[in-house]
């Protein structure tokens, strides 16, 4: 059972470049979420998908877009990356809108 | 901005004693959830106490919640050397906000 799957596991990209961080779940959940974690800053919501075919913002959205696939599947795209999107990316799901969630092991992005 | 505070942001501790993490936060909430962060992985659920519920237990955890004062503590009882890691609360509004509201963490170092 591989839970929440994160590709890939490390990235660096140029100023201006673009990229897509994948992320899937086989456990059925209908919930699924974007965090970002940089230093002294906690987890912060990037976008979630409450369930297949909705989308919406989180805490800190902008230079980001999102795509829930399918139920399995929810991707972030970064379409001109920035020195301030450097940080680690989560992917995380879960069964309701208040259950325990479940993360990942995370994208570490670099951007240059 | 960030909901959850913790205290201590560190803390070392020798293997065997107890570890106590505090948690505040600011708004109301329907639960407090803990996650534990080992180095370099993504985050794991530990304990979800909802709002009408005051303590509970999880093998060697114990969780408090006091709404009052908008405030939860994780305690670890004899804690060992695999317990080194960082510990998060969370807060959720429910509502079906999705909003999972995480703190700046812990870090805990237990010293063997």
């Known amino acids: 059972n591989a839970g929440v799957t994160q590709t890939p596991k490390f990235q660096v990209l140029k100023t201006g470049q673009s990229m897509t961080l994948q992320c899937a779940q086989d456990?059925?959940?209908?919930?699924m979420y974007w965090y970002r974690q940089d230093p002294g800053m906690g987890l912060r919501l990037i976008y979630y998908s409450a369930s297949e075919g909705t989308t919406d913002k989180g805490e800190v959205p902008n230079g980001y877009n999102v795509s829930r696939l399918n139920k399995r599947e929810f991707s972030l795209r970064l379409e001109s990356a920035a020195p301030s999107q450097t940080s680690v990316y989560f992917c995380?799901?879960?069964?309701?809108?208040?259950?325990?969630?479940?993360f990942g092991n995370g994208t570490r992005l670099t951007v240059t | 901005s960030q909901q959850g505070e913790e205290d201590p942001q560190a803390l070392s501790i020798q293997e065997g004693e107890n570890a106590t993490m505090n948690c505040s936060y600011k708004t109301s909430i329907n639960n407090l959830q803990w996650y534990r962060q080992n180095s370099g992985r993504g985050l794991v659920h530990l304990i979800l106490i909802r709002s009408n519920e005051r303590e509970k237990h999880s093998g060697r955890l114990r969780v408090t919640l006091d709404t009052s004062k908008k405030s939860s503590s994780l305690l670890i009882t004899a804690s060992r050397a695999a317990d080194t890691a960082s510990y998060f609360c969370a807060t959720v509004a429910g509502g079906g906000t999705y909003k999972y509201i995480f703190g700046t963490g812990t870090r805990l170092k237990v010293l063997a």
């Open positions: 456990m059925n959940h209908n919930s």
């Open positions: 995380a799901s879960s069964y309701l809108s208040d259950s325990p969630l479940h």
